[in-house]
């Protein structure tokens, strides 16, 4: 059986294309502890894998719904709790708490769908006025 071989790891500049964040977004998500890539090189630049670009692409998801950084950050350790099969002590809070994620991310879903709503109507009206 053959394994397939790991990506190279990624500069920071493609992720940042892959993931359409800024360079800045990404350095400061690393200082702030949020996100830090899975290594550097000799150089210290940052190097990103795979599983680094699917972490960023939660947090990316989450951003618009207006989580602070605080929030982002413990749904991530949740969400790694959960995907680590020696941390099954943990398991229990983890998804308590991100089913609290979940609630929080719909009503907040809702609230910006209502604002889409809000803002289709004004668009529509100042349309009709100019015509």
């Not at 989580?67 to 969400?79: I, K, P, V, Y």
């Not at 941390?87 to 308590?96: M, P």
Request: hydrophobic share 40%; no cysteine.
């Amino acid at each position: 059986m053959t394994s397939t071989p790991e990506p190279a790891p990624m500069h920071i500049g493609e992720v940042a294309a892959r993931t359409d964040l800024s360079l800045r977004s990404l350095r400061h998500w690393d200082e702030v502890g949020l996100l830090s890539p899975s290594g550097r090189t000799d150089g210290g630049f940052r190097l990103y894998t795979e599983a680094d670009v699917e972490k960023i692409l939660v947090i990316r998801r989450m951003k618009p719904l207006g989580f602070t950084l605080e929030q982002m950050s413990a749904a991530m350790r949740d969400l790694e709790a959960l995907r680590d099969p020696d941390a099954s002590d943990r398991h229990a809070g983890a998804r308590e708490r991100l089913v609290e994620i979940l609630a929080d991310a719909s009503e907040r879903r809702e609230k910006l769908e209502r604002q889409l709503a809000m803002a289709d109507e004004f668009i529509s009206q100042l349309g009709q006025q100019l015509d």
